[in-house]
């Protein structure tokens, strides 16, 4: 099978090497972290000594605890060449940290390593390092990335495309006019994730509950939700449950980097509201999936979502903003670089016009202020300063 490079996360992971520190992969299932590593190996194989070890591969089932691993590692590593330690699936390894944190204070060791969503959770693996570690989040596809590995040129069908299937990377090997056979591996990527790493992993005995909350979750993708509003509207449908389960069940679903929560943030006060989130998933595919692919309905949730990923992609801090009762979008912050953002289908209308630009208009502060659109034009506008941007435009940019 054809191996394409994913050249941005390999950059960082090579960037972060040298430090001293664990570079742990994290991500959904079947986002591309294990095909990462492997290539990896090929590439440095020419500047050091790789020991590749997947756990999943029926001839390493001999190491099961940190003392095999010690074992297995000793027995390779090199004296006079940087070492590089790739362990795929690492929590098959019974207190594995015990040994990778000896290795990874050693001067020409470098330890890269990803594992199952059940495990790479809540911060659990920073502390078995006890903080000796980097996290590098994988995400699905980006757009540039899409049209790369399903050899796509750049067009609107292209692009209409991408926001109809996401990005899990093993899409591009099944045919595009083959419908039952995408919509059936999008379907199984949930299942996997929902069984192994929510329901299996919280021993849930609700699990019809816990299904429906993440296809109410996509429904309303985009919207404030608190777990009271859900609770309310369960009930209003003969289902009653605490406001306290329901918080309790979305923080398995952003535990398993299903959907990711979305914070309010305060511009003019500069706080974090903990109350009345929006949600984002982590593969469109698997958000029209679950709704069952509502496109023409559902585009600017869509669009919200797509803009977000790119957003977080691009290492940004990622907020929903509120100012003087008026909502921004996004508020995207890392370090000293603040922007905002406002997600159209279309301004065309004098009320969405007046709607998108006014709510920026309201900032005075001079960090620069977005509105993304679908419109072919939208490149061409500017206003007050406000950049209007074409979703292609931002995607490809």
């Known amino acids: 099978m054809e191996i394409i490079d994913r050249n941005y996360y390999e950059n960082m992971i090579t960037e972060s090497l040298g430090k001293g520190e664990a570079v742990v992969l994290t991500g959904h299932r079947r986002v591309g972290k294990s095909t990462i590593l492997e290539n990896l190996s090929r590439k440095f194989a020419s500047k050091g000594n790789v020991i590749f070890l997947d756990m999943e591969d029926p001839d390493n089932s001999s190491i099961n605890n940190y003392i095999d691993l010690h074992e297995f590692t000793k027995g390779k590593l090199s004296e006079d060449r940087q ?57 699905s596809l980006d757009y540039q990335e899409f049209l790369l590995f399903h050899n796509l040129q750049d067009t609107e069908k292209s692009l209409v495309s991408y926001l109809k299937w996401g990005g ?81 069940y979305i923080g398995y679903l952003c535990e398993a980097y299903l959907i990711d929560k979305v914070k309010r943030y305060d511009i003019k006060g500069k706080k974090v509201f903990d109350q009345q989130e929006k949600y984002y998933f982590e593969d469109i595919g698997i958000r029209n999936y679950l709704c069952n692919d509502k496109r023409n309905t559902d585009i600017e949730k869509i669009m919200e979502n797509i803009v977000y990923l790119r957003l977080k992609e691009l290492g940004y801090d990622v907020f929903v903003g509120q100012f003087n009762g008026k909502e921004i979008d996004f508020v995207a912050k890392t370090g000293d670089d603040i922007r905002y953002y406002q997600v159209s289908y279309t301004i065309s209308s004098d009320e969405t016009y007046a709607r998108e630009y006014g709510n920026l208009k309201l900032i005075k502060d001079n960090y620069p202020k977005y509105v993304i659109t679908m419109d072919p034009l939208a490149s061409l506008v500017s206003d007050n300063g406000i950049i209007t941007v074409s979703l292609h435009d931002f995607l490809m940019n």
């Open 168 to 248: 899990l990377p093993f899409m591009h090997n099944i045919a595009v006019d083959d419908l039952r056979s995408r919509i059936d591996y999008l379907g199984g990527i949930y299942n996997t994730i929902f069984i192994k790493d929510i329901v299996k992993r919280h021993n849930i005995r609700n699990v019809t509950l816990i299904d429906n909350l993440a296809r109410l979750i996509a429904d309303n993708c985009g919207k404030l939700i608190s777990a009271n509003s859900i609770s309310n509207y369960l009930k209003g449908n003969n289902t009653k449950v605490a406001g306290t389960t329901i918080n309790e």
């Open 83 to 139: 070492n590089y330690l790739m362990i795929d699936e690492v929590q098959e390894i019974e207190n594995f940290e015990k040994t990778l944190r000896f290795l990874v204070k050693q001067n020409n060791v470098d330890v890269i390593i990803t594992g199952s969503n059940a495990f790479m959770l809540s911060g659990e693996i920073a502390t078995l390092f006890a903080g000796r570690c980097t996290e590098l989040h994988i995400y």
